[in-house]
């Protein structure tokens, strides 16, 4: 069982920067690739990007790419979001989520475990 804990969201003003932190538990990483979704109010949760085992390969949705980065510490057993030149439209919670094996994928119901999620807003 990987228990997964995020952290690191609060308010910011827009064209501002965040670095969402997510910690594992009860289980090494090294096997599981990982990934950020979110959601905001009233809406589906989004794929924002995802990392695999490795950390070599690495997928984003077009509407963060070139502002945000998902980086992982095998050592630290952490997963990292950093979020720069934030809109309004980035607000939302933001989840970390594991899947075992190394394939990423973009679809939420591929992965098997999750985080409580750790909230962003964004004022303009």
């Known amino acids: 069982q990987v228990q997964l804990l995020e952290s690191g969201g609060g308010l910011v003003q827009a064209g501002g920067s965040l670095r969402l932190s997510c910690a594992a538990s009860?289980?090494?990483?090294?096997?599981?690739?990982l990934a950020w979704f979110r959601q905001a109010p009233g809406k589906e949760r989004d794929f924002v990007a995802a990392?695999?085992?490795?950390?070599?390969?690495?997928v984003y949705a077009d509407s963060v790419k070139g502002r945000f980065t998902i980086s992982r510490d095998i050592d630290k057993n952490m997963v990292y979001l950093q979020m720069s030149s934030l809109k309004p439209e980035d607000t939302a919670v933001y989840y970390c989520?594991?899947?075992?094996?190394?394939?990423?994928?973009?679809?939420?119901?591929?992965?098997?475990?999750w985080g409580q999620g750790t909230e962003v807003t964004v004022s303009s």
């Open positions: 009860g289980h090494t990483l090294s096997t599981y690739a």
């Open positions: 990392i695999t085992t490795s950390g070599d390969s690495t």
């Open positions: 989520a594991a899947r075992y094996g190394s394939k990423i994928s973009t679809s939420w119901a591929s992965y098997d475990y």
